[in-house]
């Protein structure tokens, strides 16, 4: 089983007086990145929450939103200050002394002054929210993982057909390349009679000259590592885990090995079928970036 590093999860939890509502997205990234948006209240839970992603993803750009609601009568109370309001008193009354004026103040006056009446949120009970907000992190993490564990599937079976595809390129060349050789020990041969005409040919020196282009062109071990490259990520890919990277590096010595493939050949056919095979590398390049 393997995983995109694509996907979304949402999930909503809502128990007493209060709601949770927890949003989640990723995207590729080579690390885990966790980027999480919620209330300040909530902000002492964010190592907890980070830590429970850590059993749901390895890999990925992720982006998490909470929203809370407390719906509760009692989560907030008036506080009144008297030491504030005493302060303010004193003043007016050094007012009405320094200006001689009225001192007409009244405690529905004096209660409209700034912090002497507060409103404070009650303690709140931390295990209590906690319990309801683990709860709608786990579980917008397990429907993230279902997405990213459905389209790591359709990518792996894209991968694989893409790896069969190659492999057909493979045998291709290999069958094509002894002909190769045939064609220019005939095509030499035939040229050196035709500027000869009736002298006398050296066989051992012709023999010569395509064991030289032989060699030259030879692309057998070439061709051996990438047909076993691709039977290794055809492989990598059954098992499933966490191979975004072993996949890359495999990627890497594929495109290794088409490149000097193309670089031996001075065959028009072989060179198509190179050209194709570092198409299909470069597009399964693409296609593991996503690939926890």
Known sequence: MIKSMTGFGRCEIEEKDRK????MKSVNHRFLDVSIKMPKKLGFFESSIRNELKDYVQRGKIDLFITYEDFS??????????????EYLGYLKSMSEDFGLDNDIRVSTLSKYPEVFSMEEQTVDEEQIWSGLSKAIRGAAQNLAETRITEGANLAQDLIAKLDGMLEHVTYIEERSPQI???????????VHELLEDAAVDETRLLTEVIIFADKVCVDEELV?????????????????????KLDFIAQEMNR??????????DLAISNRGIELKTEIEKIREQIQNIE
Do not use: F, P, W
């Open 20 to 23: 949770y509502t927890v949003e």
């Open 73 to 86: 009568e009692n989560n907030v109370c008036i506080k009144y200050n008297k030491d504030i309001a005493a």
């Open 181 to 191: 050789i045939e064609e220019y020990r005939k095509k030499l041969h035939d040229r």
């Open 225 to 245: 590592r990438l047909r076993s490259h691709i039977e290794t990520m055809k492989q990598t890919l059954i098992d499933g885990g966490s191979i975004g990277r």
């Open 257 to 266: 090995e088409a490149n000097t493939i193309l670089s031996k050949t001075n």
